[in-house]
């Protein structure tokens, strides 16, 4: 009766909510008081980092934008923008709690001491970009003594100086100052994330600059909270957390796209007219070929050549919608190699890699074309089987269980892996608990010994 009356009340006093939004995001009392207190929410954010963000003429574009919108509903409160004219001065105006959020960061331990930051909701790339005559950097560490871009204040230039104390990190003052300088030969390459330096050499630098290499890191972005208010950052985690992934990829695709500006002078000559088609035509063909390019290193892992995690995770969404639709029965398996680690610790991580690459070949020669084969994480795989019950699956697992179990790795000899696997059905209706369920299975083949298929 309490928690009615509260909302209620909260619907007569704070036109910017619902009951919708209250229900949706499951808030507590002390959640919902203090939402109800909050007239606005101040929000700073990376005035220039296309496609992510950017201020431009006052207002805040860009996915970021898009995701603010989402979460923006969902919390019911006004999130108002607090321009700047730099990532450093919002680094600056956080410190100064001018902001209460930022709309896109990732922790360091220099800022948890003034900024919690929720749980990601972007996970990006981190690659390297240098001109076009330089080869492709397998090993990042082989860098010694080149100097490398990094815009002032970014998170991974604190990260990379502790992890590569050999390279020359040097700060610049935004993604195209850290480009131009590695077009004018002043850098030999510029540290950034996938979407943003791709997105930013279609416009500027085509032709000039390529994706030459890929870092182990990850940017796992999410929203940054100050750290006296404890309550928005568990707010904003549950709205985040309520964000569908048809959602997300929605958001990326919009913004993966290209845009074309074309505008023609018709006062010139026609000589003119005809080269400046060809130009287009040819620019048209390069950019077409460098988004494939794009869009293919978006969804795959740098090390195995197979799906990545943000592609596995679009799968499912798709699968999900055809078993909604037509009852499309679908199944997944989580495989773990066994005792990597002492892989790892005996022949070290070079060797480990080596490893990786050869188990991804082997169960890649034994399944079907249109099974999604995919890198979970570290040395988890992730294979879905669509049109594909339980019983099918486990067969198919065993089939792969015994595949790996004989196989003879060339570094390390032989090793074993174990399965879990489950089902999407009417019991496991969401990707999450089918998920949880294969999760659960993996790790009680794991306890059982290893080197087992579970199903739960």
Not at 255 to 263: D, F, G, K, P, T
Not at 408 to 430: M, P, R
Not at 436 to 452: E, H
Request: with cysteine; charged share 25%; proline share 3%.
């Amino acid at each position: 009766m309490t928690r009615l009356l509260t909302q209620l009340l909260a619907v007569f006093f704070c036109g910017a909510f619902s009951l919708t939004v209250l229900a949706q995001l499951s808030l507590t009392d002390e959640e919902r008081s203090y939402l109800y207190s909050k007239k606005k929410i101040t929000m700073c954010i990376d005035p220039a980092w296309m496609p992510l963000e950017k201020i431009e003429k006052g207002k805040h574009i860009g996915m970021t934008a898009d995701y603010m919108a989402i979460l923006q509903k969902k919390i019911g409160v006004p999130i108002e923008l607090v321009p700047t004219i730099s990532w450093t001065q919002s680094i600056e105006y956080a410190k100064a709690r001018k902001c209460d959020i930022f709309s896109l960061a990732m922790p360091t331990e220099e800022r948890l001491t003034y900024m919690d930051f929720t749980r990601p909701y972007l996970t990006i790339p981190l690659v390297l970009a240098t001109k076009m005559d330089k080869f492709f950097v397998v090993d990042i560490s082989k860098l010694e003594g080149k100097k490398l871009g990094i815009v002032k204040g970014y998170a991974f230039g604190e990260i990379l100086r502790d992890k590569y104390p050999s390279l020359i990190i040097v700060d610049v003052d935004s993604l195209y100052d850290g480009l131009e300088k590695v077009n004018r030969r002043e850098l030999y390459g510029f540290i950034g994330t996938l979407i943003t330096i791709g997105y930013e050499s279609q416009r500027n630098f085509v032709g000039e600059i390529k994706i030459a290499g890929k870092f182990d890191e990850q940017w796992q972005l999410g929203v940054v909270i100050r750290n006296d208010k404890p309550l928005l950052k568990t707010i904003f985690d549950k709205a985040i957390a309520d964000i569908s992934e048809k959602q997300k990829q929605d958001i990326l695709n919009q913004w993966l796209a290209i845009r074309y500006e074309q505008v023609v002078n018709y006062r010139d000559l026609w000589p003119w007219l005809i080269l400046s088609a060809v130009f287009i035509l040819y620019r048209f063909y390069v950019l077409r070929k460098y988004n494939e390019q794009l869009k293919c290193l978006s969804i795959t892992d740098n090390l195995t050549q197979i799906y990545n995690r943000l592609k596995l995770d679009a799968e499912l969404e798709q699968q999900a919608n055809l078993y909604d639709r037509y009852k499309q029965p679908f199944s997944v398996m989580i495989i773990d190699i066994d005792l990597f680690k002492q892989v790892n610790d005996r022949y070290g991580h070079q060797s480990g890699d080596v490893v990786l690459v050869e188990f991804t070949q082997a169960i890649k020669k034994h399944i079907r074309k249109t099974d999604i084969f995919g890198r979970w994480g570290g040395e988890e795989f992730m294979l879905i089987i669509p049109n594909t019950d339980i019983h099918k699956a486990m067969i198919q697992a065993e089939k792969l269980r015994l595949l790996i179990a004989k196989h003879n790795f060339k570094i390390v000899g032989h090793l074993t892996a174990s399965f879990g696997v489950a089902q999407f059905d009417e019991e496991n209706n969401t990707i999450k608990q089918l998920i949880s369920k294969a999760d659960k299975a993996l790790y009680q083949a794991k306890d059982q010994g290893r080197n087992r298929v579970v199903r739960l």
